[in-house]
Nanobody
Framework: QVQLVESGGGLVQPGGSLRLSCAASGFTFSSYVMSWYRQAPGKERELVAI????????NYADSVKGRFTISRDNAKKMVYLEMNSLKPEDTAVYYC?????????WGQGTQVTVSS
């Protein structure tokens, strides 16, 4: 059974930091491209960060470049999103996604709220 379980969300003040985690099971994690998406109320889901199967290459949305870092541990079947200098506009539900070719899996999401 495929599972992606996100954790680490919460309420943080502007300028603060959070680390999101996504635990994967039920598929060959090291063969999948892993990414983080987010969806704010009333907006479409958007790609935040992506890492290749080896983790050797990453890419980011312009809005988070220099503030967010995606990483993965293939041995532990985990992917992380380190978020620094958080802004109110980063408030959203954050989702973990695993993809290989046409096949994709999604987690259930974790809420991140940036507010004073």
């Amino acid at each position: 059974q495929v599972q992606l379980v996100e954790s680490g969300g919460g309420l943080v003040q502007p300028g603060g930091s959070l680390r999101l985690s996504c635990a994967a099971s039920g598929f060959t994690f090291s063969s999948y491209v892993m990414s983080w998406y987010r969806q704010a109320p009333g907006k479409e889901r958007e790609l935040v960060a992506i890492a290749t199967s080896s983790g050797g290459s990453t890419n980011y949305a312009d809005s988070v470049k220099g503030r967010f870092t995606i990483s993965r541990d293939n041995a532990k079947k985990m992917v992380y999103l380190e978020m620094n200098s958080l802004k109110p506009e980063d408030t959203a539900v954050y989702y973990c996604k695993a993809r290989t070719g046409w096949l994709a899996y999604w987690g259930q999401g974790t809420q991140v709220t940036v507010s004073s």
